[in-house]
């Protein structure tokens, strides 16, 4: 997950596998927290969703408390946007996730894999940098959550914000994929997608 301090500056905070159990269900999305006894450590650059170097590491000694305070003193949300043609750019591109946005312009049905196993659905998104349109494959519990909804309003000028997506390699073409730590978002409320609507 990524911290946001009042200042606007992010960093990237990992909870290990042991002490997992013991916040489950406890942080939220959008409230302001105090952490005491969190360890800062170098960031994992295999899972680096910001450019920090650091990251927080939050243990079960780590004592966490809500912060009753004005929202407006803290950013209401952080994305490290990369434009569609910037990709290209990524030389390790299997060790990034990304962040990126925009207009849904193509989808196809939902696809069948290995004997019914796993289902998967490609989209086309397309954003402002030069007009560059990018694949972004979409997997199982995302397919069921969106798949239907975007192909119902392909031609609503539907923002996709995708949070965490992977970049890979095929036959030649980059292309995006869901993964494991990915979250999308349809019109997310922000002023990048706000301007996509309006393009």
Known sequence: MILIDATGEPIQCVIFSNDVDQFVGKLQEGLVYSFEGAHVIDADDWL??????YQLNIT?????SVIDTNDDEFPKSFYNLI??????SFKNFAKNLIVVMGIIIYSTETIAIDNGESIKQDIVILDQSNCFAMRLTIWNDFV???GKHILENIHQNNILLGCGLQIKYFNGSLFLTTGKYTRLYINHNDLTSSSLMQW
């Open 83 to 88: 434009s569609l043609h910037g990709v290209n």
């Open 48 to 53: 680096k969703l910001i450019p920090n170097q």
């Open 144 to 146: 069921n959550e969106i």
């Open 60 to 64: 079960r000694e780590t004592k966490v």
